[in-house]
């Protein structure tokens, strides 16, 4: 028995457009035994809403077998704030959602926040970008939900979050506190929990080196680049974190 990380944009499918033989893959890995998890960075959307778009493109899925970077930000939360602590949020409605049914309780009190979350914002403004960097140099944590600099569609790409992560870093000089999503190890784990499996029992599967490739490869699984996202064969051969695995797209995971 193996189990099965999956990426969703670039690897499942490019915007609303699923991938020439993803339902069948996963059809086929689930009827032999194995194990699948689908691992978003993307926060803009729920894990519900995610669910019910693979089931409409052919690929049965329960939200439960949906980890996304909100998810992997409001379980770090619960696990660490104390009472009376003050969550700050700039991102959209899914993962203040997510948040809350955490039991975390957000402010709209931007002056003195202990943490902010930055997340993907497409209403993003320089008025928000001075909230958090006043909240950074006053001392509050900085708890990024994902790094991706872009996010692929179908029809090319959009910023990320990772912009608004660079823009900021910028302006303090130093680093942010945390990032939840891939390729921190803490997503990492809430995937192999999930399968129930080791990370040596496990397939990385995504499109994006330095998230979904750098994850796989620190966490011990077998990362594999598909490319059909956002990188190409020549950018893999040249880079830090090298796949262990390339194949043209998901329909050639079930050999390997």
Known sequence: MRGYVFDLDGTIYLGDKMIEG???????????????????????????????KLTRMGIPTEVEDVL??????????????????????????????????????????YEKPDYVVLSWDRQFTYDKLNIIYQ??????????????????????????????IAALEAA?????????????????????????LSYGDCFMIGDRLETDIRMGNEAGMDSVLVLTGVTTREMAERAQDRPKHVVNSIKEIVGL
Do not use: M, W
């Open 172 to 196: 303090t000089g130093k680093a942010i506190d945390l990032v939840a999503g891939k390729p921190s190890l803490i997503a990492a784990e809430a995937a192999v929990e999930h399968l129930g």
């Open 22 to 52: 993803a339902a069948e893959v996963i059809r086929v890995l689930r009827e032999r035994g194995d194990r699948v998890v689908f691992l978003s960075n993307k926060p803009i959307a729920t894990r519900q809403s995610y669910a019910e």
């Open 135 to 164: 909240a950074a140099i006053n001392g509050a944590k900085i708890i990024a939900s994902n790094p991706d600099a872009t996010c692929p569609l179908d029809d090319g790409q959009i910023p990320d979050t990772g912009t608004f």
């Open 68 to 109: 996304n970077s909100s998810l992997i930000v409001a379980r770090y939360l619960k696990k660490r704030i104390q009472s009376g602590d003050r969550v700050y949020v700039i991102g959209e409605e899914p993962i203040h959602d997510e948040l809350r049914e955490h039991g975390i309780s957000l402010t709209d009190d």
